[in-house]
């Protein structure tokens, strides 16, 4: 059922009714989806626009956003060549053959946790006891609160969940919710700039399965296989974009901000420079994903018994399309 739906989509698409443009003609042209609103996890690839780094490479670059369909599920349609996603949005793609694989993280490490006032006292994930948390009632969500609650030595059945999708973490903090779950190069910094008082800890601190990489590039495995020498040379000057922004974090804030005016600007640069140190980390370069760390979350997906099949060691990414931007 879930494929007869993308294969429709996909057929409307193609025939002019919805927005994207992913059946175009030119080989040269590459529609590249991103997982919702822009903000400083796409940096880079706005850089490269700016910069001409995909225009040197001899590529015409559309950047679009998702709507409410997963990205995944519109790669893998053909709606797009490549998009954003995350690896934890990626996990049912095995059962449900999404035909897509990641072949580039954005960002190294896990960068998100729970933030919640300080005042509630909430410093690890035992003191959510008794709490109220704003939940997507998502079933790898609540897996993820359980595992670091009881990591700490809490009780989860103690946590109060509460469906509520916060889209101002600052103004629901002050209302029922007591904690909530961010990105900290962009929610927990936001609240900061607003002046509020907060506790903040990173589910990897609490569990060594859950570094797991958010966000990352993926790709339509039809295109991979068919135009592997665009793919390189699409993340070759992505690459280039993203490593400009690490030098340059001040001016690749200017530049996202320029591209989509609607931002804003102090969150753009505060996060703009904390993410400088993010994108890359400890890693060897920009974009590698570390195969034993990518395989250990779906394998802990498995055993909490969110995934009904184990994934294959190795499925769902690839580093063979990372390639020297500096040459």
């Known amino acids: 059922m879930k494929k007869t739906i993308v294969i429709i989509l996909a057929t409307l698409v193609c025939a002019g009714l919805l927005i994207y443009s992913g059946c175009g003609s030119n080989s040269d042209e590459i529609v590249f989806l991103l997982d919702w609103t822009p903000n400083t996890n796409h940096t880079g690839v706005y850089v490269a626009l700016e910069m001409g780094y995909y225009e040197e490479e001899g590529l015409s670059v559309s950047v679009q956003q998702p709507g409410d369909t997963g990205t995944s599920m519109l790669v893998s349609a053909g709606l797009a ?14 059962e449900k053959d999404i ?17 919640s006032l300080k005042s509630q006292g909430i410093t690890s994930p035992s003191k959510m006891m008794d709490k109220t948390y704003a939940s997507w009632e998502l079933d790898i969500e609540k897996a993820i609160i359980k595992e670091i609650m009881e990591n700490d030595g809490g009780d989860f059945s103690k946590l109060k969940f509460v469906p509520n999708t916060v889209y101002d973490v600052a103004s629901a903090l002050q209302t029922d919710v007591d904690c909530v779950w961010v990105f900290e190069g962009w929610d927990k910094l936001n609240v900061e700039l607003q002046g509020v008082n907060i506790n903040y800890f990173s589910f990897k601190d609490f569990a060594d399965e859950l570094d797991y990489y958010t966000p990352v590039i993926i790709a339509n495995n039809d295109y991979l296989r068919d135009n592997p020498e665009q793919a390189k040379a699409f993340l070759r000057a992505t690459e280039k974009g993203y490593r400009y922004a690490i030098e340059n974090p001040e001016e690749a804030a200017r530049i996202l901000c320029k591209h989509v005016p609607e931002l804003d600007e102090r969150l753009i640069k505060a996060s ?14 920009w974009g590698v994903i570390e195969g034993e760390r990518w395989d250990a979350f779906f394998a802990w997906l498995y055993e909490k018994g969110i995934l009904t099949e184990r994934t294959p060691d190795g499925y769902g990414f690839s580093n063979d399309f990372l390639t020297d931007s500096s040459k």
């Open 272 to 285: 703009q420079i904390w993410l400088a140190d993010q994108y890359i980390a400890d890693a060897q370069r």
């Open 81 to 94: 060549q490549l998009g954003v996603d995350f690896q934890d949005q990626m996990a049912y793609n095995y």
């Open 99 to 115: 035909n897509v694989t990641a072949v580039a993280a954005v960002i190294q490490h896990n960068t998100s946790g729970i933030v």
